[in-house]
């Protein structure tokens, strides 16, 4: 297996891992527990690990999910701008347009 992803930020980290299994990609996530050799307090980043044949799907996969993240909308009720991860506008709350 080969590692694709490693973040101190386990949201994200998860959040990887959920896109690459939607796709039907078999994924192993490392130090989901901690490592019993860590220094207290220590921080330990998750690896995602997936199989060599799925390695440059899966990288792709994740580069769309990135992309789609930044993409933007305008609210239809007070214009402002929203990133896609945002299924309501900031500001005003209002529900997001279907995103392009
Ligand atoms: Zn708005």
Redesign the pocket.
């Known amino acids: 297996m080969k590692q694709i992803f490693t973040n101190e930020n386990r949201i994200l980290a998860m959040h990887s891992k959920n896109v690459l299994e939607n796709a039907g990609i078999e994924v192993m996530l490392k130090n989901e527990h901690g490592s019993a050799g860590a220094t207290p307090g220590h921080q330990i980043w998750l690896e995602i690990w997936v199989n060599e044949t799925d390695y440059e799907r899966s990288i792709e996969l994740l580069k769309y999910s990135e992309e789609e993240a930044k993409k933007i909308w305008v609210?239809k009720?007070?214009n402002?701008e929203n990133t896609a991860t945002f299924g309501a506008?900031w500001?005003?709350?209002?529900a997001a347009e279907v995103i392009q």
Do not use: D, I, M, P
């Open positions: 609210c009720n007070c402002e506008c500001n005003c709350q209002t």
